[in-house]
Each structure stands twice: as C-alpha cells, then as structure tokens.
C-alpha cells in the first residue's frame, strides 16, 4: 500500500465486527471530549490521556473482538486517519454495521 486511498478497504477490513468499531467510534469521543476540555480549561496535563483513551478502546475491539492486530502497528498515520474518517463516517450515521 502506498496511499491511504490503498488503506482505507484493509483498514475497513481490520475493523469489520460491528463492536469493534463502536469501540473505535467511543474512544476517539471520547479523544475529541479530553481535547476540547484541555483546551477550554487550559488543563494541559490532560492531553496524557489522548493516546491512553484512544489506543484502550481501539486495542479492546482488536484484541478482544475482532482478534487481530491494530493497523496502528504497521501503519501509524493512515492508522489515526483511518480513525478519525470511520468516526466521522459514523458521526453521519454511515458504517454502523
């Protein structure tokens, strides 16, 4: 794979259960929540918990459901965009199945 247009079927195929990806879709939420409180709150200590929240729900739908290896192991970049596109896929009622 050389561009992310590539990745987006294998990603999609890595995230096929249906509880997986609701995993993904709650942790980067939840991602997006600890975000805008660090910066309304200017509580910087908080961003910590980004790759914490995130990475612990996805690696729970991918150790845990759909038994594979996260993306994120071999493709880190496509991987977080991988992400953010499902959840905003989701956000607009697309790949809840």
């Not at 247009?5 to 995993?23: C, G, T, V």
């Amino acid at each position: 794979m050389t561009t992310f247009k590539e990745f987006w079927p294998f990603y999609l195929q890595e995230h096929s259960h249906p509880i997986n990806r609701r995993l993904h879709f709650v942790g980067t939420l939840c991602v997006h929540l600890v975000l805008l409180y660090a910066l309304l709150t200017q509580e910087w200590m908080a961003l910590w918990l980004l790759p914490v929240i995130g990475y612990g729900f996805a690696w729970v739908g991918h150790f845990g459901v759909e038994k594979n290896r996260p993306a994120t192991f071999k493709h880190p970049w496509w991987s977080l965009m991988g992400d953010f596109k499902m959840f905003y896929s989701m956000c607009a009622g697309k790949l809840w199945k």
